[in-house]
């Protein structure tokens, strides 16, 4: 979905140090490996002008163990350097962060999974987002004020806020995960994955196969999945699902019953620029394993046909298809048919099986999967520069992911639906009990490659709400139908119907870093209690708005400069992918996408009053 293209694109960022320039030419370099992207960038590949901002250690992360490690195969580590200076002007000092600045001066109490916080996703099975106890009342949101911030190390926030009892749990692009103290912000633990983590984590009961200890669950850009105990970091167990040596975990792991089921993503489509990649063999899928083990139970691929050869593209090499379909959101859990429920991504071939940019459900038990239904045809996709050339498609797909998790809701009445966003700019309602028939769509954005629907809608009684991007309108679209369009907005809607009860455009953006770039975008996913719905901006704004009207009641700028708990200065900036989370009467919030604005590195915890 949209935010692979961050780090799948990224080539370059350092720590500050005294500006000699290397000896290897970086601009070189980036003529070589890079300019053909980012001097002429399309959909979701940002500019130069976005790199030149960016933060330490980004592009020995993402050319390392990040998304470009495939085309960064041939490259020096002083090319690397080099590229970094030539772009930014900063040199890394190769000094990693402090861990030990912050730790916690008493011993953490037992994890307790009683109390409403906030574990998972989607908090609950069926992924609503919806928090009922969040220990703030709406008529309190007006007085929220900045209790605390952390720094999260390597300059780039990623994954989702989780609490567990008093401890809230934070994952990083640097592969590093927190337990922090929930009130305070201290650290009790820390614990280095192989790769970027950007899935949120999920805390067992205690697992009696696991020693009686809390589990706590995620996985990395590399494809592992990781158990380690919630308590004190240590892992239990580390395996990779799929065997795919480009297959990633980006959707959040779900628990239930026992199993932990993960879904599956993978790098390929950005693989695939180079022309000389046989293009295109991975296919998603989603894996049960034994949460207490690791163990794989079951694996199954939202493509059921294995890819072929079909051909060969204009530099020759072989192709390959069907491919793609990857899940790129944290799986839906339906207790009482026992079914599971995922939206797809587009495809990596020209083949189009049905299994892309659609809903699709499988047997919890058995991992079979029972039916799918496909929102968008034809809808190949992978980066490339002209239509034809190399391995990419003579028609270009617009890039229409399900990248959101999908949610399902029980009306008033009783009848249950499966409400998904697409990138498509459309709402879709699909029936669980007549194999997913689409019950209603309702268009309330133009799509594109970042536009439409991103990160996460929320649900509460009869209604979803439904943060807009927007930012990247599609090239679908007749310039025509463009003219009146305006990124950003959130929009409620009835789940029964698609009617829509309110919609409140995005504020003219304001921007602390200037106009360049400047939107109002809401790509971030969002966050409700009773009465409020929280939703962040692009242009670093967090907002609460009335779930009655949609009237806005309170904003906060996270675009700024904050003292850290951490021993450091923290930057927030655009609020993009996994946004905020509410628990025991804090509001935390991710502030620092990095690609559609300055990066950031803040995580803002934020109280009535500050206390």
């Known amino acids: 979905m949209g935010t ?36 002429h960038p399309q959909d979701r590949i940002p500019p130069r002008s976005v790199l030149g901002r960016l933060w330490p250690d980004q592009v020995e992360r993402a050319l390392t163990t990040g998304q470009m490690r495939q085309q960064a195969a041939g490259l020096a580590s002083d090319d690397i350097h080099a590229l970094d200076f030539f772009l930014t002007g900063k040199k890394s000092s190769g000094a990693g962060p402090d861990l030990r600045a912050n730790l916690c001066s008493k011993q953490a109490g037992p994890i307790d999974l009683t109390g409403p916080g906030w574990n998972g996703w989607g908090r609950d099975f069926q992924n609503t987002r919806f928090q009922p106890e969040p220990g703030i009342s709406a008529q309190d949101v007006p007085r929220l004020k900045l209790k605390w911030t952390f720094a999260y190390p390597g300059g780039e926030t990623v994954g989702l806020p989780i609490v567990v009892g008093d401890r809230l749990f934070v994952s990083s692009v640097t592969g590093i995960v927190f337990a922090l103290d929930a009130k305070t912000g201290c650290t009790y633990w820390t614990f280095e994955a192989d790769g970027p983590v950007k899935t949120a984590i999920t805390v067992s009961p205690p697992n009696q196969q696991a ?12 494809g592992s999945a990781y158990a380690v105990d919630a308590a004190t970091g240590q892992l239990v167990w580390k395996v990779k699902p799929d065997a795919n040596p480009l297959a990633q975990l980006r959707g959040s792991p779900k628990l239930y019953q026992g199993r932990l089921y993960v879904p599956i993503s993978s790098t390929e489509e950005t693989v695939s620029a180079d022309p000389t990649y046989p293009c295109c063999s991975f296919r998603g899928g989603v894996a049960a394993l034994d949460a207490a083990t690791g163990k794989t139970i079951w694996l199954s ?27 790129w959101n944290s799986p839906t859990i339906d207790e009482k048919r026992r079914r599971l429920y995922v939206g797809t991504g587009n495809a990596y071939s020209i083949l189009d099986n049905g299994a892309t940019d659609a809903v699709m459900a499988f047997n919890l038990d058995s991992g079979k999967r029972l039916w799918v239904t496909q929102a968008t045809l034809h809808d190949s996709w992978v980066i490339c520069d002209k239509p034809g050339i190399g391995n990419c498609p003579k028609e270009i797909g617009p890039d229409f992911d399900f990248g959101s998790s999908t949610v399902l809701r029980t009306a008033a009445s009783g ?35 970042y536009g439409g629907i991103e990160h996460g809608i929320a649900a509460e009684g009869d209604k979803v709400y439904v943060p807009i991007s927007d930012v990247i309108p599609t090239t679908a679209v007749p310039a025509a139908q463009l003219a009146p369009h305006k990124a950003g907005g959130l929009s409620a809607l009835d789940i029964l119907t698609g009617k829509s009860l309110w919609h409140t455009p995005a504020p003219e953006p304001v921007c602390s870093w200037g106009k360049d770039p400047c939107v109002a975008a809401q790509a971030a996913s969002i966050a409700v209690i009773p009465g409020i719905v929280f939703s962040g901006s692009l242009d670093g704004h967090i907002r609460a708005y009335n779930s009655t009207d949609g009237s806005i009641v309170w904003t906060f700028d996270t675009a700024q400069r904050f003292d850290a708990v951490n021993g450091t200065k923290a930057t927030g900036g655009a609020i993009i992918g996994y946004g905020e989370t509410v628990a025991g009467g804090v509001l935390y919030v991710n502030s620092g996408g990095g690609y559609h604005g300055p990066p950031g590195n803040a995580l803002l915890a934020f109280s009535v009053d500050g206390k």
């Open 301 to 327: 691929h939202t493509i059921t046909e294995t890819p072929r050869k079909i051909g060969k593209n204009s530099a020759g090499t072989d192709i390959y298809g069907p491919a793609g379909a990857s899940v």
């Open 415 to 449: 009848k249950q639906v499966i409400l998904a966003g697409q990138k498509s700019g459309a709402v879709y309602a699909f029936d669980p009990d007549d194999n997913g028939k689409i019950l209603w769509k309702v268009q309330v954005g133009v799509g594109g490659a």
């Open 4 to 39: 692979r293209l961050l780090v799948s694109a990224l080539l370059c960022l350092s720590l500050w140090s005294a500006p000699a320039a290397p000896s290897v030419d970086g601009g070189s370099v980036y003529a070589t490996h890079c300019a053909a992207c980012h001097d």
């Open 211 to 222: 020693g009686g200890r809390n589990l706590a669950f995620f996985g990395d850009m590399l």
